[in-house]
């Protein structure tokens, strides 16, 4: 609507990950590059999969069920791209402890480990809300808005950007749980994390039914808080155990 | 749990001196965007550009497609042979030691870039913004900016975050100047500098592997408009120099040094256990000798010479700075998808080349990688990416 408008869209969708990158990844170099690094993995997993879609593009029927293929499609690639960034960051956590050791450094900690998952996630999650979102809210920064027919509570860019903000959420902190249940063999953890991506996709189609969004916002944010609380729970129960496990030691 | 009394983990300074470079690019590829987009109405104004990109073909917008593609192969083969020309006049001025000319003319185009296109830029936002001021503080204040910058680059004594600054802002004038030619002149134009760029640093003949050779063989340093990306405070730069004199002299058998190692082992900062009683003096002797180290004698200090420039920063060319700005401009003209994608893909390509840069340990063409992934991206956010994430987005189905 106005210059003040579109930044105040940018903020609701970027806001918390502004705060964390400010908090935790600005002071470590390191990790900015791995926030880069993984926003650049997705972008590229969004072309591969657009490449892939292209041919049926634009979809003109009004069922829901090519965008459903559609979403199972994007989610399946993703998470499988999921899989490979493990593999690759078990090499990297090798290369990293080799080097500490060189420079006669502590090994990476417990804590080292779930930031580098952290800005991992948050690299999906920014990649996310750059594309889905911002990329799409050059006309809110003039004087008019936009109103999509199916959902004309609010204005397209707004309803969007809340969106935007549930995905960041549940990208961030299901990079958490994935590498952490990767790392300990847990599979109830490595399996709850495409589940909780391909819930959270689905709950977009609801979005295509006129008035869905009513419906299909909240159950999203129960979907992102969930994954919020899952998340915090596991890191506090891991580090606790660890922290138990080292006086024990000690005695 | 105590860890904050431990070391500090190799997480806080790993990647310190990418992200060092990475920042300034960055910022450069934004003020670009920004500016880009602020005033970007203007359709007048490129129709009237004539510069030696353009003289070859002006591009017309009614034209064919394949027109305008030999148009501007036309436009960037010449484009990049007046940029040879001007490379071998410079590496033979290098050659006979006209350095003081090389030195006084980069201080003269730095004069021109700030005091003449970033006088234009300045008024053509004081239009937008009808921003009030008259003509006479406009440019008392344009003349001393302008000035200033020249010293910044000319000198070398100058703080070191003024001189990185105004580094900075003339890459963003020169980026935006080049964002005014027409646009299929722009994308061929950044390739054939890319190839040129590969051709010149690689290739034996090539103008710039001469003149670094030269620039080493002579332990000198290239006269050209270079951003170095030395942290503005350098706590570690007192040590490091001091451990290479000290070790000279240690090599010249001075005594005295070896008597003080007994009692300062104890202090060693590093835990690495094999570490011989030589290293263990070159970490500790420095907090002592410090004092007596004031009288550096400044042969020493011109080993760091070139390379990687003093203490390990890296240096980058302004000409990439303003390479990279461009593309990220033209892609800023078309959409911010664009913007973003092809940001990430110099980046990486950025990235990809220091990591290169680490493995062979000399001069590399930073261009090459970072414009064809830029340009690569381009082509495939504009044809696949857009339809695809804008039918998703519209319909708010997202994942």
């Known amino acids: 609507m106005t210059l003040a408008a579109g930044i105040g869209y940018v903020l609701l969708t970027l806001g918390p990950s502004l705060a964390l ?46 965008y459903a293929i559609l979403i199972l499609t994007s989610v399946v690639f993703q998470e499988g791209l999921r899989l490979v960034l493990w593999k690759g960051y078990k090499k990297m956590e090798d290369m990293l402890d080799a080097f500490a050791d060189r420079v006669a450094k502590p090994r990476l900690y417990l804590t080292d480990k779930m930031q580098i998952a952290l800005a991992g996630g948050l690299g999906h999650g920014v990649a996310h809300a750059v594309f889905f979102c911002l990329s799409l809210l050059t006309p809110s920064f003039g004087p008019g808005t936009f109103y999509v027919d199916k959902c004309s509570y609010a204005p397209f860019f707004l309803v969007s950007a809340i969106i935007s903000l549930a995905f960041v959420t549940i990208h961030t902190f299901s990079m958490v749980i994935a590498f952490n249940g990767y790392a300990q063999g847990n599979k109830s953890d490595q399996l709850i994390v495409p589940a909780i991506h391909l819930i959270a996709g689905t709950l977009t189609i609801v979005n295509l039914a006129s008035s869905g969004c009513i419906v299909g916002i909240p159950l999203l944010y129960i979907v992102a808080l969930s994954t919020l609380a899952y998340c915090g729970k596991m890191v506090w129960k891991r580090l606790t155990e660890t922290q138990i496990r080292l006086t024990h030691q000690n005695q | ?47 009237s550009i004539s510069t030696i990109a353009t003289i070859a073909y002006t591009e017309d917008t009614s034209d064919s497609e394949w027109d305008k593609f030999k148009g501007a192969l036309l436009n960037s083969l010449v484009f990049v042979a007046v940029v040879t020309a001007v490379t071998f006049l410079l590496v033979l001025l290098f050659y006979f030691n006209c350095t003081k000319f090389l030195k006084y003319y980069m201080g003269f185009s730095a004069f021109l870039v700030l005091g003449f296109m970033g006088g234009e830029i300045g008024i053509f936002l004081i239009q937008v913004f009808k921003f009030a001021i008259d003509c006479f503080t406009y440019l008392l204040l344009l003349l001393n900016f302008a000035i200033v910058g020249v010293f910044a680059v000319f000198m070398s004594k100058f703080p070191i975050f003024v001189t990185q600054s105004y580094m900075v802002v003339i890459g963003v004038l020169t980026a935006y100047w080049f964002t005014m030619l027409p646009e299929w002149t722009t994308w061929v134009l950044l390739v054939a500098m890319a190839l040129y760029d590969l051709a010149a640093v690689l290739l034996p003949g090539g103008p710039l592997r001469l003149l670094v050779e030269l620039a080493i063989s002579r332990d000198e340093d290239i006269p050209a408009l270079v951003y170095e990306a030395r942290p503005i405070f350098d706590p570690g730069s007192n040590t490091t120099v001091q451990r290479r004199t000290w070790r000279d002299r240690d090599r010249r058998g001075n005594p005295e040094s070896q008597t003080t190692g007994p009692q ?65 401009g033209r892609a800023a003209m078309y959409d911010f998808m664009t913007v973003y994608a092809c940001y990430l893909a110099i980046i990486a390509g950025l990235g990809i080349t220091l990591i290169l840069l680490a493995l062979y340990q000399k001069a590399l063409p930073a261009l090459p990688v970072s414009v064809l992934l830029g340009v690569l991206f381009y082509v495939l956010t504009r044809v696949f990416l857009e339809e695809f994430v804008v039918q998703c987005s519209s319909k708010l189905l997202m994942f």
């Open chain 2, 1 to 47: 749990m105590d860890r904050n009394q431990r070391n500090t983990s190799i997480l806080h300074t790993l990647g310190e001196e990418i992200v060092r470079i990475i920042t300034p690019v960055s910022i450069c590829m934004l003020s670009v965007v920004i500016l880009v987009s602020i005033l970007d109405t203007d359709s007048s104004i490129s129709s």
């Open chain 1, 21 to 66: 990158f400010v908090t935790v990844i600005s002071t470590k170099p390191f990790l900015i590059l791995i926030l880069l690094s993984s926003t650049l993995v997705w972008l590229i997993s969004l072309i591969v999969l657009s490449g892939f879609w292209k041919v049926f593009l634009p979809i003109k029927t009004t069922t829901w069920w090519p």
């Open chain 2, 264 to 328: 300062v082992g104890s202090e060693t900062v590093g835990s690495s256990q094999n570490v011989e009683e030589g290293n263990v003096h070159e970490l500790s002797v420095p907090l002592i000798e410090r004092v007596r180290d004031h009288g550096l004698q400044p042969e020493n200090l011109g080993i760091e010479g070139i390379g990687l420039g003093s203490l390990g920063a890296i240096k980058l060319g302004l000409g990439d700075f303003i390479f990279y700005s461009v593309l990220v």
